[in-house]
C-alpha cells in the first residue's frame, strides 16, 4: 500500500558524503516505520537505519553508527540518510523501506519496498 521511490546514489571516494532520498505516498496507518537496507553483489539485504514515523526515534546498525544520519520531512513525506565519512565497504545496493514494527531490523518487519538505489565507494 506504501509506495516507495529512492534517488541519490551514486559514485564517490572514500571519505566522501551522500544524502539518499525516499519519497513515500499511499502512506497509511499501518507505516509504523521507515527506514534503509543495503545489499551488497552475493550477500544478504542488511539493516541499515530507521526512523519512527511519529516522533523522532532513531535506530542504527553498528556498522553505520556515528558515520550515518537517518532524518524525515513529514511535510514531503520523505525520509533521507546523509552518509559520512563512506567506506568502500558500504558499497550496495540501498533499498528503501516501510513496516509497521519498530525497530524492522529485519526483513520480515518491512511491509514495502522502494526499487534501489545504487551506492559506489571507490578507495
Known amino acids: 500500500q506504501v509506495q516507495l521511490v529512492e534517488s541519490g546514489g551514486g559514485l564517490v571516494q572514500a571519505g566522501g558524503s551522500l544524502r539518499l532520498s525516499c519519497a513515500a505516498s499511499?502512506?497509511?496507518?499501518?507505516?509504523?516505520?521507515m527506514g534503509w537496507f543495503r545489499q551488497a553483489p552475493g550477500k544478504e539485504r542488511e539493516f541499515v537505519a530507521a526512523i519512527r514515523w511519529s516522533g523522532s526515534n532513531t535506530y542504527y546498525a553498528d556498522s553505520v553508527k556515528g558515520r550515518f544520519t537517518i532524518s524525515r520531512d513529514s511535510a514531503k513525506n520523505t525520509v533521507y540518510l546523509r552518509m559520512n565519512s563512506l567506506k568502500p565497504e558500504d558499497t550496495a545496493v540501498y533499498y528503501c523501506?516501510?513496516?509497521?514494527?519498530?525497530?524492522?531490523?529485519?526483513?520480515?518487519?518491512?511491509?514495502?519496498w522502494g526499487q534501489g538505489t545504487q551506492v559506489t565507494i571507490s578507495s
Open positions: 523501506a516501510a513496516g509497521s514494527s519498530w525497530p524492522p531490523t529485519t526483513r520480515l518487519a518491512v511491509g514495502s
Open positions: 499511499g502512506r497509511s496507518i499501518s507505516s509504523y516505520a
